[in-house]
């Protein structure tokens, strides 16, 4: 297995990778601002993985 970051940044503390998953993609607030009508967002919540 190769041990390389393939060009990630180190993320500091707990705090900053909340800030980090939580910040959307630019493309997709673009795409969010040209939807018509109601959004509902389901599944949003919730652990990741196994703990």
Do not use: C, H
């Not at 390389?4 to 910040?23: A, F, M, Q």
Request: proline fraction near 6%; avoid cysteine; charged fraction near 35%.
């Amino acid at each position: 297995m190769n041990n390389k970051n393939n060009g990630l940044k180190s993320i500091p503390t707990e705090e900053r990778l909340e800030d980090v998953l939580s910040e959307p993609y630019p493309e997709d607030v673009e795409f969010a601002r040209q939807l018509d009508g109601d959004v509902m967002v389901l599944g949003a919540g919730g652990r990741w993985g196994r703990r």
